[in-house]
């Protein structure tokens, strides 16, 4: 197949393709003499048109000469930008065993990982807050000073586990799993633990320490600890319904308004420091730390 092209047309893109050509070649040429950086031209005072130049020498008596920057010069530093959330982090069944001390202080706020595997990891001052960790392993895993806002952990593992000092509000352990076996260099761990408005309701354990714990509004309806400390926390509102408490030490201990319907006390130390055995197997009407 032929195109025909007149010899006008021909004429017509040749000139135009010159033009262009040699405009390119002028700026270009423009540009790379000038030493200053400076990009100068001419401006027609009638008509507009602009033309570049090397020099404003070059201009005609009808034309203004203009020039400006090739680069301009720094502008101030903006303010700084905060920090953006750490992105949605989905990780179901990850181990991260080997991973020593690399998840130190990590923001992992409402990452999804159901089944990982925590186990001895050292996890201080990490960011779990509205995090999915169901049936998640953190058995001897180090928590201490870590956040857990609003975190999921139903049926999480956390055997020897040390929460000193973290933050819990909120969260939901229903059921949570704390065995103590003997080679445990120290059971399940929740000194100073803000623990207000938990749900540890049909959790059990053996050897929990919650030693100056905040459980205000806590729902410990039916969980079974056996050999637990929980002298000087505070379980004001707490939900005690037919919890079992064997062995364990209530010293000090604030239950105002706390609701024990139906709790077990068996060989346990009551607020008030009388032992529950010699109390009729209770240890109401000797909830008064110090009475």
Same mark, same amino acid.
């Given at each position: 197949?032929?195109?025909?092209?007149?010899?006008?047309?021909?004429?017509?893109?040749?000139?135009?393709?010159?033009?262009?050509?040699?405009?390119?070649?002028?700026?270009?040429?423009?540009?790379? @003499?000038?030493?200053?950086?400076?990009?100068?031209?001419?401006? %027609?005072?009638?008509?507009?048109?602009?033309?570049?130049?090397? +020099?404003?020498?070059?201009?005609?008596?009808?034309?203004?000469?203009?020039?400006?920057? @090739?680069?301009?010069?720094?502008?101030?530093?903006?303010?700084?930008?905060?920090?953006?959330?750490?992105?949605?982090?989905?990780?179901?069944?990850?181990?991260?065993?080997?991973?020593?001390?690399?998840?130190?202080?990590?923001?992992?706020?409402?990452?999804?990982?159901?089944?990982? @595997?925590?186990?001895?990891?050292?996890?201080?001052?990490?960011?779990?807050?509205?995090?999915?960790?169901?049936?998640?392993?953190?058995? @001897?895993?180090?928590?201490?000073?870590?956040?857990?806002?609003?975190?999921?952990?139903?049926?999480?593992?956390?055997?020897?586990?040390?929460?000193?000092?973290?933050?819990?509000?909120?969260?939901?352990?229903?059921?949570? %799993?704390?065995?103590?076996?003997?080679?445990?260099?120290?059971?399940?761990?929740?000194?100073?633990?803000?623990?207000?408005?938990? +749900?540890?309701?049909?959790?059990?354990?053996?050897?929990?320490?919650?030693?100056?714990?905040?459980?205000?509004?806590?729902?410990?309806?039916?969980?079974?600890?056996?050999?637990?400390?929980?002298?000087?926390?505070?379980?004001?509102?707490?939900?005690?319904?037919?919890?079992?408490?064997?062995?364990?030490?209530?010293?000090?201990?604030?239950?105002?308004?706390?609701?024990?319907?139906?709790?077990?006390?068996?060989?346990?130390?009551?607020?008030?420091?009388?032992?529950? +055995?010699?109390?009729?197997?209770?240890?109401?009407? %000797?909830?008064?730390?110090?009475?």
């Amino acid at each position: 197949m032929y195109i025909y092209i007149s010899r006008r047309v021909l004429i017509v893109l040749s000139v135009i393709l010159l033009l262009v050509v040699a405009s390119g070649a002028a700026l270009a040429g423009a540009m790379s @003499q000038n030493e200053d950086n400076v990009i100068n031209a001419c401006y %027609h005072n009638r008509t507009g048109a602009l033309r570049i130049v090397s +020099d404003p020498s070059e201009c005609r008596p009808s034309e203004s000469p203009i020039w400006w920057n @090739q680069v301009g010069p720094q502008g101030p530093p903006g303010p700084p930008g905060g920090s953006g959330p750490f992105p949605f982090f989905v990780c179901p069944g990850c181990d991260w065993r080997y991973i020593g001390d690399k998840l130190i202080g990590v923001d992992l706020a409402g990452a999804y990982m159901p089944f990982a @595997q925590f186990e001895s990891v050292n996890l201080s001052g990490v960011v779990f807050s509205d995090a999915i960790l169901v049936n998640a392993n953190f058995m @001897q895993a180090n928590l201490s000073g870590s956040k857990l806002l609003g975190t999921d952990l139903r049926g999480a593992n956390i055997g020897g586990a040390d929460f000193t000092d973290a933050n819990l509000a909120g969260s939901n352990l229903s059921p949570f %799993h704390a065995p103590c076996p003997d080679e445990f260099a120290h059971c399940t761990i929740f000194t100073n633990a803000n623990l207000t408005g938990v +749900d540890m309701s049909h959790a059990w354990g053996d050897k929990i320490t919650m030693r100056n714990a905040v459980l205000v509004d806590a729902n410990l309806a039916y969980v079974s600890f056996n050999l637990c400390d929980l002298s000087n926390a505070d379980l004001t509102r707490a939900n005690l319904t037919g919890a079992g408490f064997y062995g364990c030490d209530f010293t000090g201990a604030n239950l105002t308004d706390a609701v024990l319907e139906d709790v077990r006390w068996e060989a346990t130390i009551c607020p008030d420091g009388t032992n529950s +055995d010699d109390n009729g197997g209770t240890c109401e009407g %000797h909830l008064i730390p110090g009475g």
